[in-house]
């Protein structure tokens, strides 16, 4: 019983410093800067080649 709460209290050690390492904050990484926004494309026009004589 007693090396099964070992297990359990390693694997919440390795999971709390997982969850504190990938937030970022404390690795001193600055932020992604925000996306652009995506330019306005233009309709093409349809060719309806079934009905071309």
């Known amino acids: 019983m ?3 709460i070992q ?3 390693l694997a919440g050690v ?3 410093a997982l969850a504190l390492s990938s ?3 404390s ?7 925000p996306l652009r926004k995506l ?3 233009k309709e093409l026009p349809t ?3 079934a009905n071309e004589k």
């Open 2 to 4: 007693k090396k099964l």
């Open 7 to 9: 297990i359990f209290a």
């Open 14 to 16: 390795a999971a709390t």
């Open 23 to 25: 937030c970022g904050c």
């Open 27 to 33: 690795s001193g990484e600055a932020t992604a800067p």
């Open 39 to 41: 330019p306005d494309f």
């Open 47 to 49: 060719i309806d080649y």
